[in-house]
């Protein structure tokens, strides 16, 4: 809208093609309706059952509801071409997955199969509805300024190899948060019904392996590894500090229920951020300014100053100052919080 240039990177796969998908709204709206009746028609003549279909398929889905949702996608692969109007509706049938399970979830949340919620929508109206609240957006948005088009790509933070040595003047994101949210079980529910995954150990070699690590099932192998890698030089600006955290970590790790990996978290979190940081000052314009949205953390009641530590790494890169704009508390609403640790969430702001 501002007219500007710009690159999205993204190493999730499946969120590659989501936001690679959105970028197609410059299609036009009557064909893309066309396109979408067309799948849905021809997937009115298919039967797809339940009975093979993986085990998380069978505990979140009515046998009528899976057979209909599933014709949906064949009918739609039968017809890919590739086309923005093929990704459109691909984006169109992937996103009703959620309201037509009998799971209880919200978007990008885990999936939750044995909490079922009351209101299930029919494939075959949900995804006719979808299609006529797309093309609504893509006629409204067609009215307005319409800058060069954007550039998503499959790439990954730690290398930045799609974007050129100073190219950017302002960089925003909202970095994986070092919370244990686990950001490959998060689409679990959509890479099962797609058949790219078959159970939630799959999850590692098709979407884990690829992001950044913010979870202990991602650092699970690499326990042993921990202290090793607080001697990376590119964490010399927080050392005392995250030694001392990734310590007191290790030592709850073996008295609490669970045994979580806090401390290797912790470790390959802000070595793998320091390595993010290495390639935004290669690609940032000087003078240029980098926004990350970010929160602290307190895994097992242990303070992590996050947001004080990407700034540390940041200028330890090359970056000239950092300042944080807090935008609200964290940890002070839910009842059931396992820990009293007062958390906030705001704005990073890295000046180039």
Request: glycine content about 6%; hydrophobic content about 40%; proline content about 5%.
């Amino acid at each position: 809208m501002a007219g500007l240039a710009s690159i999205g990177l993204e190493a999730h796969p499946f969120i590659v093609r989501v936001a690679q998908a959105k970028h197609q709204w410059r299609a036009a709206p009557g064909a893309f309706e066309e396109y979408g009746r067309g799948v849905l028609a021809a997937a009115d003549e298919i039967f797809v059952p339940i009975d093979d279909a993986p085990a998380l398929i069978q505990k979140c889905f009515e046998r009528e509801s899976y057979s209909r949702l599933a014709a949906l996608i064949q009918a739609w692969r039968e017809r890919d071409d590739g086309s923005p109007l093929s990704e459109l509706t691909w984006l169109a049938a992937i996103s009703i997955i959620r309201s037509c399970s009998t799971a209880g979830t919200a978007q990008w949340q885990y999936v939750l199969p044995n909490k079922e919620k009351k209101k299930v929508a029919d494939p075959f109206d949900a995804f006719r509805e979808k299609v006529a609240s797309m093309a609504a957006d893509m006629r409204i948005r067609q009215h307005g300024p319409a800058g060069p088009p954007a550039i998503v790509a499959n790439d990954d933070a730690r290398t930045c190899e799609a974007v050129d040595d100073g190219w950017a003047d302002l960089i925003i994101t909202s970095p994986p948060y070092a919370n244990n949210y686990d950001y490959a079980d998060a689409t679990r529910l959509e890479l099962t019904v797609l058949g790219e995954i078959e159970r939630w150990r799959d999850l590692h070699d098709v979407i884990r392996q690829h992001l950044l690590p913010s979870c202990t099932q991602h650092v699970a192998k690499q326990r042993a590894e921990t202290f090793e890698m607080l001697e990376d030089p590119l964490l010399d600006p927080i050392k005392p500090q995250i030694v001392q955290v990734c310590r007191k970590l290790a030592d709850l790790s073996t008295e609490r229920k669970g045994r979580k990996a806090y401390h290797t978290l912790i470790a390959a979190y802000f070595r793998n951020m320091a390595r993010v940081w290495k390639q935004l000052r290669r690609v940032t314009a000087e003078g240029g300014r980098v926004c990350f949205v970010v929160g602290d953390s307190a895994p097992y009641g242990v303070y992590v100053p996050v947001d004080e530590w990407l700034g540390e790494l940041a200028v330890a890169s090359g970056f000239n100052a950092y300042s944080f704009e807090k935008t609200r508390d964290r940890n002070v609403k839910w009842k059931n919080r396992k820990h009293r640790v007062p958390l906030h969430e705001g704005r990073l702001w890295v000046e180039g």
